[in-house]
């Protein structure tokens, strides 16, 4: 799997965007972008994945480059509860099990 | 509330214990996972069940001991654990093995003395 990289720590105010930039400049064609995030004691969560288009649902806006080798993670209206820590993960999903997690970002969402 | 539950939540126990974490699944899947977050360090995948059978272990040393009687449980025996395997135990599902989304449980904090 492609390894990722993604700032230690970011701060956004709360009601702000918050962006979480991802780079992966070595994933392969077949591979997903997925985004989790751990609340303080709590297990990951999925937020969302992507391949080559933009995504979108309730959580979060998913931006993926058109060269692939970086996304954006957006939270549009960031709220307190947003505190967490975001893994950035790329994988194959056809069938490969691994979610191999890094050091991820820790967000903070000040008031 | 994600549908998976563990428990005991908290643990202690020393390095001649013997005990056991539970994993239940509420959710209907057939894949179940356990990963171990130490302090500082990413989650590790540890093992991967599918459909009751053992897919992955990722070189978990032996006094780690999975069991996954049906789809929705799964355990991990613990025995002369180390105080280095002091951690967060996660127990995760999924629909089926590659499903892009995995749903976690709250975890067990154990601390092996």
């Known amino acids: 799997d492609a390894k990722t990289t993604q700032p230690p720590s970011m701060d956004c105010a709360e009601g702000r965007a918050a962006n979480l930039p991802c780079n992966h400049s070595t994933i392969s064609g077949n591979e997903y972008v997925y985004w989790y995030r751990q609340i303080h004691s709590q297990g990951p969560q999925y937020i969302i994945h992507g391949l080559k288009n933009n995504e979108t649902n309730e959580m979060a806006s998913l931006i993926i480059t058109e060269d692939r080798k970086s996304s954006t993670l957006i939270l549009p209206h960031a709220t307190l509860r947003d505190t967490a820590v975001y893994y950035c993960i790329v994988r194959v999903a056809d069938g490969a099990q691994k979610l191999v997690f890094g050091q991820g970002t820790r967000l903070t969402i000040n008031p | 509330e994600t549908g998976v539950t563990q428990t005991p939540r908290h643990l202690v126990m020393g390095m001649t214990n013997k005990k056991s974490l539970k994993c239940e699944q509420h959710l209907g899947h057939n894949a179940m996972y356990w990963y171990k977050q130490s302090a500082k360090k990413p989650l590790e995948l540890m093992f991967v069940?599918?459909?009751?059978?053992?897919?992955e272990n990722n070189s978990v040393p032996s006094r780690f001991s999975p069991e996954c009687p049906n789809s929705s449980h799964l355990f991990l025996h613990l025995h002369t654990l180390q105080p280095e395997d002091s951690a967060l135990y996660l127990c995760a599902s999924s629909q089926d093995p590659g499903f892009y989304e995995q749903y976690f449980g709250p975890g067990t904090r154990l601390t092996v003395t």
């Open positions: 069940y599918n459909f009751k059978e053992q897919t």
